[in-house]
């Protein structure tokens, strides 16, 4: 191995090799080295945007969801929370109540969810309560008995709102009157913006006490779902199970990969078809090492056939030209790692790409470089570099110096 290494370390380094060999080989490092940082840069930001966006969601909706199909809404829920809350692996327990109705106020009007919350539960776990920007998020009655809003930063901006101002709320859910069906409104009092960083929430999502919302909905003292957060949120599934089984007959359970389940198999699918393309730069790279091999097996014949004479194996000779190959791909993959982790970090931690959150969720491009990543391309470039010096090292082992040697 060490003869192996010292001929092949001459073959690559020697200043007499003709220039097509020096710039065929120059290409095939460069192929590597830009295929795998094109690999390791767009897998850090597939990663990126997938735990982005799993952070902002699991930062505004709950782990594990827990509804009663069927029935006007869960009674009881108070006594229900305690006793689910003490379920193995539950971190905490929040009521809730959706309603969709329309926002009046600025002078505009538009469809937006409401959510009926119990504030002390509440804060414990969702991010957009801890996120206010501007006000607080205070849900006392006013001195007039309104009671208290806060909406999403992105809806403040669109109708003009601001903390201090009145909106009236108004619910398709009617009250039979003798003049016919009429919707419930009734006036409230903004005292908080918040900004989850998540647009759709941001831009569509309201929150104000459990009773009003209760009250705007015409329903009685029930809640829609008991929302849980749990300890690990990577056994959502598992935790689910435990607390249907808990709750009993009549309720239904479901985790936050059901509901956003087509979203995160999209960026999976992304993930995979993205290293299959882009590992196909790789594999051009590849075969520059295939032809820059065979191309040196031809111009070192003479060189093989000495080497053969004076009692180089056949083996030794093989071994020469993976080398070769071998190095040209550990460089390629070391040069193209580092500058795709250092490309993916810096894209990140400086935000230098720029996104429209109304159509992606996030502001800018989030970068999360991952080590098996970097680990399985790296794996799979030299084995292609390697797999690329099977033909010629071959081909160099076969030359019989009598044929060569004959007319010299």
């Known amino acids: 191995m ?141 001195a007039d008995g309104f009671d208290s809003i806060v909406v999403g930063h992105l809806m403040a901006e669109e109708l003009n709102i601001h903390t201090g101002d009145y909106v009236t709320l108004t619910s398709p859910e009617g009250r039979l009157t003798p003049y016919g069906m009429v919707p419930r409104s009734r006036r409230f009092r903004v005292t908080g913006v918040f900004d989850s960083g998540f647009y759709d929430y941001d831009a569509n999502w309201i929150f104000a006490n459990l009773p009003a919302v209760q009250n705007l909905a015409g329903v009685g003292n029930v809640v829609s779902v008991l929302e849980f957060r749990i300890k690990d949120v990577d056994r959502a599934a598992d935790s689910a199970r435990l607390i249907g089984a808990a709750a009993g007959a009549g309720f239904t359970t479901t985790t936050w990969e059901d509901e956003n389940r087509a979203l995160f198999r999209a960026l999976h699918l992304e993930k995979l078809v993205t290293a299959l393309f882009i590992g196909l730069i790789t594999f051009v790279a590849g075969l520059n090492i295939l032809v820059v091999l065979s191309m040196s097996v031809t111009d070192r014949a003479r060189d093989i056939a000495v080497l053969m004479s004076l009692g180089a194996y056949r083996p030794q000779i093989r071994t020469i030209f993976m080398l070769q190959g071998l190095t040209v791909g550990v460089v390629g993959t070391a040069i193209g790692l580092v500058a795709g982790y250092t490309i993916s970090w810096a894209a990140g931690a400086y935000h230098l790409i720029p996104l429209d959150p109304q159509v992606y969720s996030v502001p800018f491009v989030p970068f999360q ?23 010629p090292a071959r081909a160099a082992s076969r030359i019989l110096p009598v044929d060569i040697l004959r007319y010299e």
Do not use: C
Request: proline content about 4%.
């Open 2 to 142: 060490r003869f192996a290494w010292l001929v092949a370390r001459r073959y690559l380094r020697s200043p007499y090799k003709p220039a097509v060999l020096r710039l065929v080989t120059l290409f095939s490092v460069v192929g590597i080295a830009a295929g795998v940082a094109t690999l390791v840069i767009a897998l850090s930001m597939n990663t990126g945007f997938r735990r982005a966006i799993q952070d902002r969601l699991l930062g505004v909706s709950a782990h594990v969801n827990l509804t009663r199909p069927g029935a006007e809404g869960i009674e009881q829920y108070g006594a229900l929370a305690e006793r689910l809350s003490r379920v193995e692996g539950v971190r905490s327990v929040a009521p809730a109540i959706y309603l969709t109705v329309l926002l009046s106020g600025g002078g505009h009007a538009r469809g937006v969810v409401v959510k009926g919350i119990d504030p002390e539960a509440e804060r414990r776990f969702d991010d957009a309560l801890r996120r206010i920007v501007s006000g607080a998020a205070d849900f006392a009655p006013d």
């Open 369 to 391: 470089s991952s080590a098996l990543d970097g680990m399985w391309i790296a794996a799979a470039a030299i084995a292609i570099s390697v797999a690329a010096t099977l033909i």
